[in-house]
């Protein structure tokens, strides 16, 4: 211990142990922490939706049996797998940066490996609201698109909705629209674990 040291602690009262046993908090807006806590107090809990809008005409979701399921929820980071029928390639993961919320894509093939595709998504740019929060793509995400030949995605927009009845989430982009609404106020059974993830 150096004489400085034992000076400082002399003046101010500083004891070695204590002198860095915090970590810097991970702050986060009223509005963000509401929209994430609307969310959270799902956990656990899966509900089945269906196409409320795709203005390119029906797709294979418009067939399938739509469910997402809140499974993993902690202080920072919300895992919400997206079941389209018997596909369970899709996880959508919002995490708590320190400068807003992020969403993204996991994306896995059924052996549980990553798709070539994968972990798209946005970023919070303001401080939306407690119900709406928007994702413009995020630039790792633009050069993904770019180097997988998909220039239409360039100017991505996701939006998530969660009111006490719905949750709705939606993709904007020049020309394209598509939203899937979820009916939260019946519950159904979990579907089993998404590809890539285990029984944890």
């Given at each position: 211990?150096t004489?400085l ?32 806590d609307a ?6 809990k ?8 795709d ?11 739509l ?9 920072t980071q ?9 596909n369970?390639s899709?996880?959508?993961i919002i ?5 807003g919320?992020?969403?993204k ?10 798709d ?5 998504g946005?970023?919070?740019?303001d401080?939306?609201?407690d ?10 995400s ?5 180097q ?9 927009i996701w ?6 009845d ?16 979820f009916?939260l ?6 579907p089993p ?8």
């Amino acid at each position: 211990m150096t004489r400085l040291f034992i000076i400082a602690v002399a003046l101010f009262g500083v004891s070695q142990s204590h002198a860095v046993t915090k970590p810097a908090p991970l702050v986060s807006i009223p509005t963000h922490n509401a929209f994430f806590d609307a969310i959270k107090q799902h956990c656990g809990k899966a509900f089945e939706g269906e196409v409320s809008v795709d203005n390119q005409g029906p797709s294979t979701f418009s067939r399938e049996k739509l469910v997402m399921h809140v499974r993993m929820c902690n202080d920072t980071q919300l895992h919400i797998p997206f079941h389209v029928g018997d596909n369970a390639s899709r996880t959508w993961i919002i995490t708590k940066t320190g400068s807003g919320l992020s969403l993204k894509h996991d994306h896995r093939k059924s052996d549980g490996h990553y798709d070539p595709v994968t972990m798209y998504g946005g970023h919070t740019l303001d401080a939306g609201f407690d119900h709406i929060q928007s994702f413009p793509v995020d630039e790792y995400s633009r050069q993904l698109f770019a180097q997988k030949g998909l220039p239409q995605s360039l100017t991505n927009i996701w939006q998530m909705y969660i009111y006490p009845d719905t949750f709705s989430y939606r993709l904007i982009r020049e020309g394209r629209e598509f939203r899937v609404d979820f009916d939260l106020t019946s519950p159904i059974a979990p579907p089993p674990p998404p590809w890539g993830y285990g029984d944890d």
